[in-house]
């Protein structure tokens, strides 16, 4: 056993959760250590963004530009052929005035490459990443979780000692338990995926050509993503009581399904399955819907998959493990720095992330209803969230991942560029006291006294940039807490 690491926060997974939740801890200079299993590039599904992601949390990381320059097809809506009327209906992100132009759209990644970014930018902002790690198991010590135990790619064994051990290890998570609940699996969302790529597919017409095309049939559903101008990402979601059709020799089983759903027969009139590749091979997942009775217990915490998952019809995946990221890195960065206490803070970051993964179960719920029109949906968004808009307004708020009205996730811009300021600004005044032998800051960031003068220095900032209409946002529940001016901390409000 190799001599005992310690670290602020070990993160288990980097994936979009851990690597954006390991990000924006250590950019407040605390020590973080990710482990990942696998050797990045690697595979993973789930390649259809929202523009909260791409626009909010890839903002606040740094990574917004990066992403923007990667060349992956632009997502400025989604195309359905679903419920009752039965021509194909599209809705577009700019409909909304909360993600209004220039944040109006996302985009369809490959997950390998969009992963790595996110990554790479973790290492970046000083997180140690160390791949072809995988964790075993936590440590425990009087009540509170401590630390992980992993092997790394020599099969050397090692305990590493942390004061959060944040598990964004994704569905196959063999850690969730240790916080105490059980994963419940949904009885309503009991569907399978059987998903393959394909070469020269058709596009929708322009403007439209990168949306999702999502297209019910008699099955199920499909999902049509073009991940380049000639590469599509296809996959069937088939209800339980269909499961026999994805039984037996896949290839078959994708062929007559798309067989049964003219609208995507079509699209691959003249495209070939790719065969090669990390894409040469037709997938299955099954059980996908699910919810863990507890998200944290003290020392530990439960992020992205490895919490909950609903379904992928309204590619909520990636924004809940991302979004939930945030949220937990703002309990981390209050606990680390003293300014809110541990229950607080975690009860903040489990309601809100509750909150959220709740709003898309109950609409996804009545999406699922295929006998109404597309008007009745647009009625149950505005039901669900609760909002003052129009129905269309709610309906498309909500699937562009922007329905908790959250500043970090519609103005990031201006998070993003009010943490840089107030970060240059407090590095340049502590420059001169700081110890200059070891040049750790650290200590300094945590200090409350520091963190109160640089929340002030923000008020005063905003209020110059903003006027008064910049005042903080309101807690979401009775006694509850709000983020930071710069979107990086919980604060009591009114403080
Ligand atoms: C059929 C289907 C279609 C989907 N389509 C979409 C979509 O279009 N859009 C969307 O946003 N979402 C979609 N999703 C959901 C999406 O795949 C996930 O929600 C998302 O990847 C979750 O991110 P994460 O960071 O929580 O976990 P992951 O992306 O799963 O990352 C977890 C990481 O942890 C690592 N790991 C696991 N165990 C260990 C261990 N013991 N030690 C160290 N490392 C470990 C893994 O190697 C992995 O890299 C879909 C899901 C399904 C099932």
Redesign the pocket.
């Known amino acids: 056993m190799a001599s005992s690491e310690e670290f602020d926060v070990v993160v ?7 690597s954006t939740l390991a990000a924006l801890v250590a950019m407040q200079g605390s020590r973080v250590l990710l ?4 050797f990045f590039p ?1 595979y ?7 523009p909260s992601t791409v626009h909010g949390i890839c903002r606040l990381i740094g990574v917004a530009d990066e992403i923007a320059q990667a060349g992956f097809p632009l997502k400025r809506g989604g195309t359905f052929r679903w419920g009752a009327r039965p021509e194909p209906w599209t809705f577009s992100f700019s409909i909304s005035p909360t993600l209004a132009a220039p944040t109006s759209f996302a985009y369809q990644v490959e ?1 390998a490459k969009f ?1 790595h970014i996110l990554l790479n930018n973790a290492k970046r902002v000083g997180v140690d990443v160390r791949e072809g ?4 198991d936590v440590l425990d010590e009087s009540d509170r979780v401590c630390g992980v135990c ?1 092997t790394d790619p020599e099969g050397g064994q090692h305990d590493v000692r942390a004061t959060y051990v944040v598990d ?8 969730h338990q240790a916080v105490g609940g059980v994963r419940k699996y949904s009885e309503f969302f009991r569907s399978l ?1 059987l ?1 393959g790529y394909f070469e020269g597919g058709k596009r929708l017409p322009e403007p439209n050509s990168g949306n ?1 095309l999502s297209v019910a049939f008699g099955s199920g559903w499909f ?1 049509y ?1 073009p991940l380049s101008e000639t590469l599509t990402s296809v ?1 069937a ?1 088939v209800r339980r009581e269909d499961a026999k059709k994805i039984q037996g020799d896949p290839e078959q089983a994708l062929k007559a399904l798309i067989a049964e759903c003219p609208l995507i027969s079509d699209h691959l009139s003249a495209a070939t399955r790719v065969t090669e590749g990390q894409y040469g091979q037709i997938r299955v ?1 099954k059980d ?1 819907s699910y919810h863990n009775t507890r998200f944290w217990r003290p020392g530990m915490i439960l ?4 919490a909950c ?1 609903v379904d ?1 019809v309204f ?7 991302t979004y939930s990221a945030l949220l937990a890195a703002r309990s981390i960065n209050s606990i680390l720095a003293g300014t809110v206490e541990e229950k607080p803070a975690l009860e903040e970051f489990e309601a809100r992330y509750r909150r959220e993964y709740g709003v898309f179960y109950e609409f996804l719920t009545a999406f699922y209803e295929m006998n109404r029109d597309e008007d009745s949906y647009f009625w149950q968004a505005k039901k669900v969230t609760g909002n003052t808009h129009t129905e269309l307004e709610s309906f498309v708020e909500l699937v562009g991942g922007a329905s908790s009205r959250e500043f970090a996730l519609t103005q990031a811009s201006d998070l993003a560029d009010r943490f840089r300021s107030s970060s240059a600004e407090f590095a340049g005044a502590i420059d001169t006291i700081a110890d200059s032998a070891t040049g750790n800051m650290t200590p300094m960031f945590r200090s409350s006294i520091v963190r109160q003068a640089m929340q002030e220095g923000g008020q005063v900032q905003m209020r110059a940039q903003f006027g008064a209409s910049a005042g903080q946002e309101k807690p979401v529940f009775q006694g509850g807490l709000v983020p930071s001016l710069d979107g990086m901390f919980w604060v009591v409000p009114g403080e």
């Not at 790690?133 to 075993?136: A, D, F, G, K, R």
């Not at 992020?303 to 490895?306: K, L, R, V, Y």
């Not at 590619?315 to 493990?321: E, F, I, K, N």
Request: glycine share 18%; hydrophobic share 35%.
């Open positions: 288990v997974g980097g994936g979009p959760g851990g482990l990942e299993q696998e690697r993973q599904i789930g390649e259809s963004l929202l997950r992963d790690c995988t964790v075993n992993y964004a290890s994704g569905n196959k998570s063999r850690l995926a998903f999702i999902w993503i996959g979601v997942r996908y992020i992205g998959d490895a998952f992928p590619s909520s995946g990636v924004h809940l493990a």
